[in-house]
């Protein structure tokens, strides 16, 4: 054991006192089995020539020579050797895999000394792997990691991660790409927050594009932050003015209205928000497994459930809001009707299941 690299002293030692267990348990017969049985011939000469490999300093194929043995017949001590591989590769993650297999799989029959050396060897490794947590906005989204791993949003467990550099790529249909570059620290926790916004060709429209919309789309591509129908006609300057019509009181009342509703879903959407912070924030603290875990989980899933219906909810009244100021403009300054005698009372009405306008009077 001559080329066992960085680690080598340690893994020599582990991987001398396996070799001669897993030799054993792959060579000693069994009562009702020949000892020239031509799977278990096949499994040892695959072991075999991992151990060569391994010896040579040829990781890959003494992995592979070591998969074949253990498909062949499955023994958990193949399970380090394969992790000491991995680890040999430069592959922490699948070194930790197979090592934890291995003290599940052993149970109580693995040697003291051999289970102690394994842990050892698991708390090396984990101070070469971090933690990531991605939250991403909206849920349904893809997070493509260094190019090859999907995922879909949202993403409540943490990621465990090789310490280095990483790339995360996050896409979703209708939206703008945004791709994001990292550090992980071994041991440590590091946090991917990414909120995609809307492509130029799905951004929703305001009004049909006619002459009633509520605003004109200015240079800099915003909105007007005047009416395009605030110039007024010659013929309705001596005219009424700017009287309180019944049409006016009606769409002025319906548009503070439907600005109440935005402004009271808005609110509760920012709770909802707050809501789901503090579920991950549970989530990430409680152990993983027990009920406070679960629990948070399931809070964190449903505060963000809320908070999107409400978000959605908000932008829907906005936009009502804005097309009824834009109704309430046209009657204010170009509407005329002089026999207009009526009287109307608007009494806008705001509750926790419900928000609306109630018109009373006569038209």
Same mark, same amino acid.
């Given at each position: 054991?001559?080329?066992?690299?960085?680690?080598?002293?340690?893994?020599? =030692?582990?991987?001398?006192?396996?070799?001669?267990?897993?030799?054993?348990?792959?060579?000693?017969?069994?009562?009702?089995?020949?000892?020239?049985?031509?799977?278990?011939?096949?499994?040892?000469?695959?072991?075999?020539?991992?151990?060569?490999?391994?010896?040579?300093?040829?990781?890959?194929?003494?992995?592979? =020579?070591?998969?074949?043995?253990?498909?062949?017949?499955?023994?958990?001590?193949?399970?380090?050797?394969?992790?000491?591989?991995?680890?040999?590769?430069?592959?922490? !993650?699948?070194?930790?895999?197979?090592?934890?297999?291995?003290?599940?799989?052993?149970?109580?029959?693995?040697?003291?000394? +051999?289970?102690?050396?394994?842990?050892?060897?698991?708390?090396? !490794? =984990?101070?070469?792997?971090?933690?990531?947590?991605?939250?991403?906005?909206?849920?349904?989204?893809?997070?493509?990691?260094?190019?090859?791993?999907?995922?879909?949003?949202?993403?409540?467990?943490?990621?465990?991660?090789?310490?280095?550099? =990483?790339?995360?790529?996050?896409?979703?249909?209708?939206?703008?790409?945004?791709?994001?570059?990292?550090?992980?620290?071994?041991?440590?926790?590091?946090?991917?927050?990414?909120?995609?916004? +809307?492509?130029?060709?799905?951004?929703?429209?305001?009004?049909?594009?006619?002459? #009633?919309?509520?605003?004109?789309?200015?240079? #800099?591509?915003?909105?007007?932050?005047?009416?395009?129908?605030?110039?007024?006609?010659?013929?309705?300057?001596?005219?009424?003015?700017?009287?309180?019509?019944?049409?006016?009181?009606?769409?002025?009342?319906?548009?503070?209205?439907?600005?109440?509703?935005?402004?009271?879903?808005?609110?509760?959407?920012?709770?909802?928000?707050?809501?789901?912070?503090?579920?991950?924030?549970?989530?990430?603290?409680?152990?993983?497994?027990?009920?406070?875990?679960? +629990?948070?989980?399931?809070?964190?899933?449903?505060?963000?459930?809320?908070?999107?219906?409400?978000?959605?909810?908000? #932008?829907?009244?906005?936009?009502?809001? !804005?097309?009824?100021?834009?109704?309430?403009?046209?009657?204010?300054?170009?509407?005329?009707?002089?026999? #207009?005698?009526?009287?109307?009372?608007?009494?806008?009405?705001?509750?926790?299941?419900?928000?609306?306008?109630?018109?009373?009077?006569?038209?």
């Amino acid at each position: 054991m001559s080329r066992l690299g960085h680690y080598g002293r340690f893994t020599s =030692h582990l991987f001398a006192g396996l070799l001669a267990l897993s030799l054993t348990s792959l060579a000693v017969p069994r009562p009702a089995q020949a000892q020239d049985d031509p799977t278990r011939a096949a499994a040892r000469d695959a072991f075999q020539g991992g151990v060569a490999a391994y010896d040579a300093g040829h990781y890959q194929a003494a992995l592979e =020579h070591f998969q074949e043995a253990y498909r062949l017949l499955p023994n958990p001590t193949v399970r380090v050797n394969m992790a000491s591989c991995y680890e040999q590769l430069d592959l922490p !993650l699948q070194a930790i895999d197979h090592f934890e297999r291995f003290l599940v799989e052993a149970g109580n029959d693995a040697p003291r000394d +051999q289970v102690r050396e394994v842990r050892a060897a698991l708390r090396r !490794l =984990h101070a070469r792997v971090g933690e990531v947590f991605v939250r991403v906005e909206p849920d349904g989204a893809t997070v493509v990691i260094d190019h090859g791993d999907s995922r879909r949003a949202p993403i409540l467990d943490a990621i465990p991660m090789t310490a280095g550099g =990483h790339h995360f790529e996050v896409r979703m249909e209708g939206y703008r790409t945004v791709e994001r570059d990292i550090v992980v620290d071994g041991g440590g926790r590091a946090e991917v927050e990414v909120s995609l916004e +809307q492509g130029v060709d799905a951004a929703p429209a305001v009004g049909s594009g006619g002459a #009633d919309d509520v605003a004109a789309p200015n240079p #800099d591509g915003g909105l007007a932050e005047t009416n395009p129908l605030v110039e007024q006609p010659a013929e309705h300057e001596a005219g009424g003015g700017l009287g309180l019509s019944t049409p006016v009181l009606v769409a002025g009342s319906a548009t503070i209205g439907m600005g109440l509703i935005a402004l009271g879903t808005g609110i509760a959407a920012l709770r909802a928000n707050s809501d789901y912070d503090a579920a991950v924030t549970a989530f990430q603290n409680s152990p993983r497994g027990t009920t406070a875990h679960v +629990q948070a989980q399931q809070d964190g899933l449903a505060a963000k459930d809320r908070a999107n219906r409400l978000a959605t909810a908000t #932008d829907v009244f906005l936009v009502a809001t !804005l097309a009824g100021a834009g109704v309430t403009a046209y009657f204010l300054f170009f509407y005329d009707d002089d026999e #207009d005698d009526a009287h109307v009372t608007a009494t806008p009405v705001v509750s926790p299941e419900a928000a609306g306008v109630v018109l009373s009077g006569r038209f």
